[in-house]
T-cell receptor, first 115, second 111 residues
Framework: SQTIHQWPATLVQPVGSPLSLECTVE??????LYWYRQAAGRGLQLLFY??????ISSEVPQNLSASRPQDRQFILSSKKLLLSDSGFYLC??????????????FGNGTRLTVT | RKEVEQDPGPFNVPEGATVAFNCTYS??????FFWYRQDCRKEPKLLMS???SGNEDGRFTAQLNRASQYISLLIRDSKLSDSATYLC????????????FGPGTRLSVLP
C-alpha cells in the first residue's frame, strides 16, 4: 500500500533562517506531488505541484521554492523565512494512473512557527 | 465568486441528528469531487469521493448535481466522533493537479 512521510512534525525557526521540509512517498511510482499551506483558521492554499522529476509549478509567488530531485521525493525550501510563513504545511500525492478520479492523500503535516 | 464555496457553519447538532452540508463550485468543466474531514491540527483525510449517480458509505451519503454545480454530504445518526471540519474538494483539471478546496464547514456533535 502507498504511504507518505513528511517531516519534521513541528518546527520553530527565527525570521531570516532557512527552511527545508521533506516529503517522500512509498508504494507508487510517478505520483503527482503537492505542497499546501494552511494558515491558522484558514483554508488550504496550494503552493507547488509537480508532475515529474524536476518539474515544478508554482501557484503563489513568494519566498518559498520546491524541488523534486527523485520520483517520490518532494522538498519545500526557503532561503530566508518571514513571519508570514508560519502555518501548517502539508505534502500530498495523487495517482496519475487512475484518471482524474484519484483523490489527494496527505502526509501528517509540519507545523511551522516563525518567531 | 470563489471557486468552491461551502456552508459557513458552524453546525452544532445533538448526537443522532441528521446533518447536511452543501458545496457549490464555479467551474462547470470540473471533473471530480471529494469530501474530506479535517480534525483540529491534523491533516485532511479523504471521507469519500462523489460520483455522478450519488454514493453512500455507511451513514454518509454524497450527491452531485452537475447542472447546478452543487455537491452535498448527508450524515445520518451523528456520532460524537463526527465532530470535525468537512472540506469540499473539486478537481478542476484534467491531469489531477488542480484540486481546489472549499473553506470547510465545522461540525460539532453534542452529547
Amino acid at each position: 500500500s502507498q504511504t507518505i512521510h513528511q517531516w519534521p512534525a513541528t518546527l520553530v525557526q527565527p525570521v531570516g533562517s532557512p527552511l527545508s521540509l521533506e516529503c517522500t512517498v512509498e508504494g507508487t511510482s510517478n505520483p503527482n506531488l503537492y505542497w499546501y499551506r494552511q494558515a491558522a483558521g484558514r483554508g488550504l492554499q496550494l503552493l507547488f505541484y509537480s508532475v515529474g522529476i524536476g518539474q515544478i509549478s508554482s501557484e503563489v509567488p513568494q519566498n518559498l521554492s520546491a524541488s523534486r530531485p527523485q520520483d517520490r521525493q518532494f522538498i519545500l525550501s526557503s532561503k530566508k523565512l518571514l513571519l508570514s510563513d508560519s502555518g501548517f504545511y502539508l505534502c500530498a500525492w495523487s495517482d496519475t494512473r487512475s484518471s482524474y478520479n484519484s483523490p489527494l492523500h496527505f502526509g501528517n503535516g509540519t507545523r511551522l512557527t516563525v518567531t | 465568486r470563489k471557486e468552491v464555496e461551502q456552508d459557513p457553519g458552524p453546525f452544532n447538532v445533538p448526537e443522532g441528528a441528521t446533518v447536511a452540508f452543501n458545496c457549490t463550485y464555479s467551474n462547470s468543466a470540473s471533473q471530480s469531487f471529494f469530501w474530506y474531514r479535517q480534525d483540529c491540527r491534523k491533516e485532511p483525510k479523504l471521507l469519500m469521493s462523489v460520483y455522478s449517480s450519488g454514493n453512500e458509505d455507511g451513514r454518509f451519503t454524497a450527491q452531485l448535481n452537475r447542472a447546478s454545480q452543487y455537491i452535498s454530504l448527508l450524515i445520518r445518526d451523528s456520532k460524537l466522533s463526527d465532530s470535525a471540519t468537512y472540506l469540499c474538494v473539486v478537481n478542476m483539471g484534467n491531469y489531477g493537479q488542480n484540486f481546489v478546496f472549499g473553506p470547510g464547514t465545522r461540525l460539532s456533535v453534542l452529547p
